[in-house]
Each structure stands twice: as structure tokens, then as C-alpha cells.
């Protein structure tokens, strides 16, 4: 049962970020360069419900569809890892078009070279891996 | 009922992944999907040779759930849902890319020179999607999560962190968009 839920919000998921274009490599470029509003207006309105219902769950002490408490896990106080991990990060995401959500949406969709970026992206979470501890957190 | 294969404007768009977010919560569970790609490392066996990769990866099942689901959903958009995949990206955009080598901005989903058949021979559009990606998957995990764990999340719990990363994903878009691309792409 728990599966077949994880299968219908991936199913929505994967829809939204097809329809809503945030799936394309287009609508990315032209968010950072200021192009139009689109992609602004799906992160803005995404994030001020999202703030809403969070804070709400967080103050009203909001059980899970199961009676079980809701955990948020606050990120480890720090900032050069947020930072440089987040310029790596968004260099990739410009670069490719593509963030791990939408990657797998877009296999689905039929564009197989996404599957290099896909491959090159565990590779280059491997490399993380394998230097941890010899980079600034 | 044409309406449907109309792509959905952001007002649909954005209500819809706080709702995504919000069913995860419901159900226990956090929005973040690059936590998916250390999982898959751990399946190909990294776990043997690097320690980041030994964690019981059966707790994230779950989430490998989702994005099989988020891949069927793929499919049925593309196929099901949409007539023309056309993204009206704006006039100025259009121009632009036109002038760096993409002809295919404001005709098709994603840009024909990286994500037709044809790159699979072109050994630049390789490279960019090699470097592209692995820029993603690395910078991720530095940072501890990707669009969905700190810009929606991460910033949705109000989360310091989260914001640093989110400004470090800007000055890494708009170095690569900005200064970077005229330089590949020509």
C-alpha cells in the first residue's frame, strides 16, 4: 500500500515538472539570465505555500496520515560546504538543464542522452564520496 | 478539453510541488531527490570502497519508488498529455541562442545539439553532459541536497543553510550561463 502511494506522488511529480516545463533545459537558461518570470514564479509560490503548510505542521503538531509525528531534520549549522557544494551544484545545473528530480522525468519522456547525465551525475556523487574528508565543510 | 495538453503555467506549477511536498510529509517522509544518487551508488557497490556509501540504503527505498514514479509520469506527459513540446521560452532567449549555435530554442523541449539522437556522436555535447553532470551529482552532496532538499525543503523549513546553498546554486548558474557558455558555445 505504502508503495503504491510513493508510485502515485512520484507519478504527480513527474508530471509536474514535465507540464510545468521546469524540466527544460530552456526554461533554465532562460531563468538565469532574467528572461521571463516562469521559472521565478513556480520556485516563489512553490516556496511560500510550502513555508505555510511547514510552519503550520510545525506549530499545530500536525501527525502523519499514520498518527506518527512529522521529523524535519535541521541541516548541520556551516556554511563553506552550503556554499561551495551550492556554486558546483548550480555551474552543473546550468550547464546540463537538469536537477536529480527532472533527470529521471525526462528518461521517461523519451530523450535518451539524458542518460549520460544521469551516469555522470552518480559518477561525480562517487567523487564526492571518495573526497569527503578532504574537503571544507 | 485541449486545455490539457497545454503546458501549465507557473501559478499551477509551483501549488503543486508544495503539494508533492506536503503528501511526502504526510506520509513521513522528506522531500529531496539527489539523496537518490547516493542510494544508487551504494546499489552499484561503492559502499566496498569508499565509507560515505555503507548506510542501510533499504531506508531509502522509498524514495527510489518516487522516481521511478516521477519517470513513468515523464512518460505519460510527453505522450499522454502534450501535443506540442515546444517550450515558448521568450523572443530575447530565443535570440540569443540562435547566436550561440542553438537552433532549436522556442521549437522543441530540450535543445536538439545536446539531447537529440544525434549528440550520442558528437563528442562536445558528450562532453557537456558528462561535465554537467557530474558538476550535479558532486556539488549536491557537498552541499547536502539539490533544488528540492534546500530551494524547496530546506527553505520552506526556514533553514539557514539552505539559503546559503541556494545563493551558491545562483552564482553557479549565472557564472556558467553568463560568463562560461560564451566561451563553449560560439
Not at chain 2, 35 to 54: E, M, P, Q, Y
Request: aromatic share 16%; with cysteine.
Amino acid at each position: 500500500m505504502r508503495t503504491l502511494i510513493y508510485v502515485v506522488i512520484g507519478i504527480l511529480f513527474g508530471i509536474t515538472m514535465f507540464k510545468s516545463e521546469a524540466a527544460s533545459w530552456f526554461r533554465i537558461y532562460e531563468m538565469f539570465r532574467f528572461e521571463s518570470f516562469h521559472m521565478y514564479g513556480i520556485i516563489g509560490s512553490a516556496l511560500a505555500l510550502g513555508v505555510i503548510v511547514v510552519q503550520y505542521i510545525k506549530k499545530y503538531k500536525i501527525k502523519s496520515f499514520y498518527g506518527e509525528t512529522i521529523y524535519f531534520h535541521p541541516k548541520a549549522k556551516s556554511f563553506r560546504r552550503y556554499f561551495y557544494g551550492g556554486i558546483i551544484f548550480g555551474l552543473g545545473w546550468a550547464l546540463a538543464g537538469a536537477c536529480p528530480g527532472p533527470m529521471f522525468t525526462l528518461v521517461g519522456a523519451g530523450f535518451l542522452p539524458i542518460g549520460i547525465v544521469i551516469i555522470s551525475s552518480l559518477i561525480g556523487t562517487y567523487i564526492y564520496g571518495l573526497l569527503k574528508d578532504n574537503l571544507p565543510h | 478539453m485541449n486545455w490539457i495538453y497545454d503546458p501549465w503555467p507557473w501559478y499551477i506549477s509551483g501549488p503543486m510541488i508544495a503539494l508533492i511536498m506536503f503528501l511526502l510529509l504526510m506520509v513521513g517522509k522528506n522531500f529531496g531527490m539527489s539523496a537518490n544518487l547516493r542510494t544508487l551508488c551504494t546499489i552499484c557497490g561503492a559502499d566496498k570502497k569508499v565509507d560515505f556509501f555503507n548506510f542501510d540504503w533499504k531506508s531509502q527505498q522509498w524514495n527510489l519508488i518516487v522516481i521511478l514514479g516521477a519517470s513513468f509520469g515523464g512518460f505519460l506527459a510527453a505522450h499522454f498529455l502534450s501535443k506540442d513540446l515546444a517550450v515558448a521560452i521568450s523572443t530575447e532567449t530565443i535570440n540569443n541562442l540562435n547566436e550561440l549555435g542553438f537552433s532549436s530554442a522556442g521549437k522543441s523541449y530540450l535543445p536538439n545539439e545536446l539531447y537529440g539522437l544525434q549528440a550520442f556522436l558528437n563528442l562536445k555535447s558528450i562532453l557537456v553532459l558528462v561535465i554537467g553532470g557530474v558538476l550535479v551529482g558532486f556539488g549536491a552532496r557537498y552541499a547536502g541536497g539539490c533544488t528540492s532538499g534546500h530551494a524547496i525543503s530546506g527553505l520552506s523549513d526556514l533553514q539557514l543553510p539552505s539559503l546559503i546553498a541556494v545563493v551558491g546554486f545562483f552564482i553557479g548558474g549565472l557564472t556558467m550561463v553568463h560568463l562560461i557558455f560564451p566561451l563553449i558555445f560560439k
